[in-house]
């Protein structure tokens, strides 16, 4: 089984700053692609930005400039450093991983989510 926990989420000013992170853990025999999504109330989920286990990233064009996603692979953590926030950020932030277990081989795993708030 696979676990991510995520943390670092809360209510913001506009224009603050917030640091997202997302421990893996579990039976993992390898993590590929690690994400941060978001889910704003009435909206679809959205890909923020994912990251490579080599490092290259992609970011959404509306973060582009203001967040940051980076991993820890000796961690198993991924990162999102977002700053410039503004209300249109608000949302449920979910880390996504896509990990190799032993037992059920390549797959998604998602995390429970984070709300992130900014107050105008």
């Known amino acids: 089984q696979v676990q991510l926990v995520e943390s670092g989420g809360g209510l913001v000013q506009s224009g603050g700053s917030l640091r997202l992170s997302c421990a893996v853990s579990?039976?993992?025999?390898?993590?590929?692609?690690m994400a941060w999504y978001r889910q704003a109330p009435g909206k679809e989920r959205e890909l923020v930005a994912a990251i490579s286990n080599g490092g290259t990233t992609v970011l959404a064009e509306s973060v582009k400039g203001r967040f940051t996603i980076s991993r820890d692979n000796a961690k198993n953590t991924v990162y999102l450093q977002m700053n410039s926030l503004n209300p249109g950020d608000t949302a449920v932030y979910y880390c996504n991983a896509h990990v190799r277990t032993p037992s059920l081989g390549r797959g998604d795993s998602w995390g429970q989510g984070t709300q992130v708030t900014v107050s105008s």
């Open positions: 579990g039976s993992i025999s390898r993590i590929y692609d």
